[in-house]
T-cell receptor, first 111, second 108 residues
Framework: IAGITQAPTSQILAAGRRMTLRCTQDMRHNAMYWYRQDLGLGLRLIHYSNTAGTTSKGEVPDGYSVSRANTDDFPLTLASAVPSQTSVYFC??????????FGNGTRLTVT | GIQVEQSPPDLILQEGANSTLRCNFSDSVNNLQWFHQNPWGQLINLFYIPSGTKQNGRLSATTVATERYSLLYISSSQTTDSGVYFCAVGYNNNDMRFGAGTRLTVKP
């Protein structure tokens, strides 16, 4: 089934540990995005990529890094997790300038 | 950066009622989308509507880009319409920003 796959579904992580959230799409979309969703704050853009080989900072990029080595994969890395990074993380993709399609999210708890 | 404001923040309806949700944005945009987040947390794209009017069943949306707002209409609401509705705007090299959402509760 075409779509976006995020892994893991949920994770509990000790503060200071490194973590990579995975995102893969099979729709050959040019653009990919990472958002975090916190209660009462909607979705906030962390990083995005318009095409393979390029990435851009969003609204809340600090503490996160991304890479876009190919069209399908867009991993999000927390180099040293902190409790304020506890959130639900959504990956999305779109044909450039087109409708966004979302994965089912990763629930991350940093203790 | 661009500001996206949605109203009302919360809305409670009886089943069968109609409603209008609003999205205002502070700058020119190159696209606008509406989403529904269901109680299980899934985000579903309802409309891709940078301008004009579209309809899909009981839902319709209108974007007036020159006046920097969009409206989502829900007619004959059903309990399955409950959830959070988000608008998102695209600007500045494909950056997509979301509003804080409208939480809709439809009572039977």
């Amino acid at each position: 089934i075409a779509g976006i796959t995020q892994a893991p579904t949920s994770q509990i992580l000790a503060a200071g540990r490194r973590m990579t959230l995975r995102c893969t799409q099979d729709m050959r979309h040019n653009a990919m995005y990472w958002y975090r969703q916190d209660l009462g704050l909607g979705l906030r853009l962390i990083h995005y990529s318009n095409t393979a080989g390029t990435t851009s900072k969003g609204e809340v990029p600090d503490g996160y890094s991304v890479s876009r080595a190919n069209t399908d994969d867009f991993p999000l890395t927390l180099a040293s997790a902190v409790p304020s990074q506890t959130s639900v993380y959504f990956c999305a993709s779109s044909p450039r300038g087109g409708p966004l399609h979302f994965g089912n999210g990763t629930r991350l708890t940093v203790t | 950066g661009i500001q996206v404001e949605q109203s009302p923040p919360d809305l409670i309806l009886q089943e069968g009622a109609n409603s209008t949700l609003r999205c205002n944005f502070s700058d020119s945009v190159n696209n606008l989308q509406w989403f529904h987040q269901n109680p299980w947390g899934q985000l579903i794209n309802l409309f891709y509507i940078p301008s004009g009017t579209k309809q899909n069943g009981r839902l319709s949306a209108t974007t007036v880009a020159t006046e920097r707002y969009s409206l989502l209409y829900i007619s004959s609401s059903q309990t399955t319409d409950s959830g959070v509705y988000f608008c998102a705007v695209g600007y500045n090299n494909n950056d997509m920003r979301f509003g804080a959402g409208t939480r809709l509760t439809v009572k039977p």
